[in-house]
């Protein structure tokens, strides 16, 4: 009977060593990302993953010329997901999951207006791509967060390419 129990335990314990991790793994993937909220999302991209530190949108630059009604100057910033997605031509198929585009507004000298972005999370809008979309000032605050009907409306327009307007950073 002892015997049986040290088996035992010894199995339960072999198990938790190996769940544990993958438990705590499982979790940690889902925190990594934040929610479709205006709040979340706005600290997550100036804080915990701060998109001053990513890539611009490949074959733009700093302050590039803009079109309406986005500023005369633009600067766009790419997460590694949608830096991927782009690189690998997904802007027909859509961008995967977790794709994340900031966008600053400027106007001709060079003031920072707000910044607006998309972030693509599944389960959110699916009528719509499943984008969310949020507007902040240069002071850091939530300006508009959510399904943004004016967004959507200008930028389903180009639905086949996942609501983005990829042709106009061609340069
Ligand atoms: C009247 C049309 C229109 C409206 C309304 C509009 N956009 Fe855009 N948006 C554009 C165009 C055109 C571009 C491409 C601009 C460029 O980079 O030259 C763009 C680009 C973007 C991009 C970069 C990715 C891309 O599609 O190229 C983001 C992010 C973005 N807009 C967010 C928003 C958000 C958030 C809102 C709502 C608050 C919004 N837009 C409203 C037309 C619009």
Redesign the pocket.
């Known amino acids: 009977m002892k015997a049986i129990n040290k088996y035992y335990l010894t199995a339960v314990l072999v198990l938790a060593l190996f769940l544990v991790p993958v438990l705590l793994l499982a979790t940690e993937e889902k925190k990594d990302m934040p929610a479709a909220e205006g709040e979340e999302f706005l600290e997550y991209i100036t804080e915990v993953n701060p998109y001053h530190e990513w890539d611009l ?1 490949p074959g733009t630059e700093e302050l590039y010329e ?5 500023g005369v100057l ?1 600067t ?1 910033y790419v997460n590694k997901k949608a830096l991927r997605g782009i690189e690998e031509g997904m802007l027909e198929e859509g961008m995967p999951y977790g794709s994340i ?3 600053e507004n400027y106007s001709p000298d060079k003031e920072l207006i707000n910044v ?3 972030y693509k999370k599944e389960g959110f809008n699916p009528e719509a791509g499943d984008w969310f ?3 902040h000032t240069p002071e850091k605050e939530v300006d ?1 967060a959510g399904k ?1 009907g ?2 959507i ?3 389903g327009q ?1 639905k086949h390419r996942d ?4 042709e ?2 061609k340069q």
């Open positions: 949108w803009g079109t309406e009604p986005h633009l766009t585009i900031v966008k607006t972005s998309m979309w949020l507007v508009n943004i004016m967004c409306g200008c930028h180009v609501y983005l307007f990829i106009a950073h």
